[in-house]
């Protein structure tokens, strides 16, 4: 019996059959892939939004934390955005403030705000405690004990930081945060922003 190949209609057909299959099978294995992406970054912002609260809810639970001293006496007018050392004092009776969105930043040192969106201050004094040799310079540090504070930058040091315990041992110095929570409006602000909403302090 003779052996025959295949006729050039044979080929071309299973050719296209052939085609059709791994068309098939490459879109499935685009959809896959396409669901793990959208999978992997849904779990990415659960991820991203679950160390954000953590980080807040630390904040604020900490928020008025001074060491010893116990605020008392009516808060005064402040300028919210200042890092001088005059304001910081005056904020000091103000643990935490947050403002309602409005179409505009309630405060001038909010770049990039996010309009219509909630900001959050926090104020505290670091849980950590400080030594002396060790500061960072231009950083403001609280050192406190009962009944009085003194806030300071580490170039004060030599003549700032004298507060004592009832033990007459030196008071503890810790660094003075006060962290600023808003929207603002494009995690890359570069050229004008990529438009992405993104959660800053």
């Known amino acids: 019996m003779d052996q025959q190949g295949f006729s050039l209609i044979e080929l071309m057909v299973a050719m296209a059959i052939g085609l059709v299959l791994l068309l098939g099978v490459t879109t499935v294995a685009l959809n896959a892939q396409q669901g793990y992406n959208e999978l992997h970054m849904v779990s990415q912002q659960h991820e991203n939004g679950r160390h954000a609260l953590q980080v ?16 008392s006496g009516a808060p005064e007018t402040f300028d919210r955005c200042s ?3 005059v304001e910081l004092r005056k904020s000091i009776r103000v643990p935490v403030e947050g403002f ?19 900001v ?3 104020r505290r ?21 009962y009944s009085e504070f003194v806030l300071a930058v580490p170039e004060d040091e030599d003549n700032a930081f ?28 570069a050229g004008g922003g990529d438009g992405v909403p993104t959660l800053v302090r």
């Open 162 to 189: 004298v507060l004592t315990n009832l033990d007459s041992s030196l008071a503890p110095v810790r660094a003075y945060l006060v962290n600023i929570y808003y929207i603002r409006s494009c995690s890359d602000c």
């Open 100 to 118: 309602s969105g409005a179409a505009t930043a309630p405060l001038g040192c909010l770049p990039d705000y996010q309009p219509n969106t909630d």
């Open 120 to 122: 959050l201050i926090v």
């Open 56 to 71: 807040i809810r630390e904040d604020l639970r900490h928020a008025g934390f001074y060491g010893e001293y116990a605020q």
């Open 83 to 85: 890092v001088n050392l």
């Open 125 to 145: 004094a670091s849980t950590a405690v400080s030594p002396l040799g060790s500061l960072v310079a231009a950083r403001p540090y609280i050192q406190t004990r």
